[in-house]
T-cell receptor, first 113, second 111 residues
Framework: NAGVTQTPKFQVLKTGQSMTLQCAQDMNHNSMYWYRQDPGMGLRLIYYSASEGTTDKGEVPNGYNVSRLNKREFSLRLESAAPSQTSVYFC????????????FGDGTRLSIL | GIQVEQSPPDLILQEGANSTLRCNFSDSVNNLQWFHQNPWGQLINLFYIPSGTKQNGRLSATTVATERYSLLYISSSQTTDSGVYFCAADTRSSNTGKLIFGQGTTLQVKP
């Protein structure tokens, strides 16, 4: 039982390049989330998907797009990467609704030069 | 939106000591969670605790929703407890799981 799996674990991009971060969960959870963590800070929500077929913006959605491909998978895309998007990106999942614990993947460390 | 504040920001303990971490939030919540981020960056869910008290081994948590705070207790600390502890909350009116995180408490346990 892998839980939440994120790929890749590390990536270096040049400014202006595009990139898709992948996330998959095997816990049959309905809700999925993308967060970013900047040095010395807590996590901030980028986008979330309450259930398959739905997505909504979080605190910091600018510069990102998401796709809920199916119940298991939720991807995050940077269309034109900027240095300000250098961060560690975490994907999380939970059972349906807000009143459930969230479980996190190991993160993707993304550097944009 | 809801504000989440944690204290203290940093804490250094000798192995075997006890500690209390505090989380204050500015609005009514229906979702309050505590996480541990280990030195390798992994985030582990410790407690889902919108109200009441829970215990898991040497760790316990209490949330007093009416007074808008939560406490995380660590007893008989071990070096493996080192890392950053985050609390995160979602407001009662939201109920979406859109967690707002505090800035964290960095704990160092010395042998």
């Amino acid at each position: 039982n892998a839980g939440v799996t994120q790929t890749p674990k590390f990536q270096v991009l040049k400014t202006g390049q595009s990139m898709t971060l992948q996330c998959a969960q095997d816990m049959n959870h309905n809700s999925m989330y993308w967060y970013r963590q900047d040095p010395g800070m807590g996590l901030r929500l980028i986008y979330y998907s309450a259930s398959e077929g739905t997505t909504d913006k979080g605190e910091v959605p600018n510069g990102y797009n998401v796709s809920r491909l199916n119940k298991r998978e939720f991807s995050l895309r940077l269309e034109s990467a900027a240095p300000s998007q250098t961060s560690v990106y975490f994907c999380a999942s939970s059972e349906m609704g807000g009143n459930q614990p969230q479980h996190f993947g190991d993160g993707t460390r993304l550097s944009i030069l | 939106g809801i504000q989440v504040e944690q204290s203290p920001p940093d804490l250094i303990l000798q192995e075997g000591a006890n500690s209390t971490l505090r989380c204050n939030f500015s609005d009514s919540v229906n979702n309050l969670q505590w996480f541990h981020q280990n030195p390798w960056g992994q985030l582990i869910n410790l407690f889902y605790i919108p109200s009441g008290t829970k215990q898991n081994g040497r760790l316990s948590a209490t949330t007093v929703a009416t007074e808008r705070y939560s406490l995380l207790y660590i007893s008989s600390s071990q070096t493996t407890d080192s890392g950053v502890y985050f609390c995160a909350a979602d407001t009662r009116s939201s109920n979406t799981g859109k967690l707002i995180f505090g800035q964290g408490t960095t704990l160092q346990v010395k042998p």
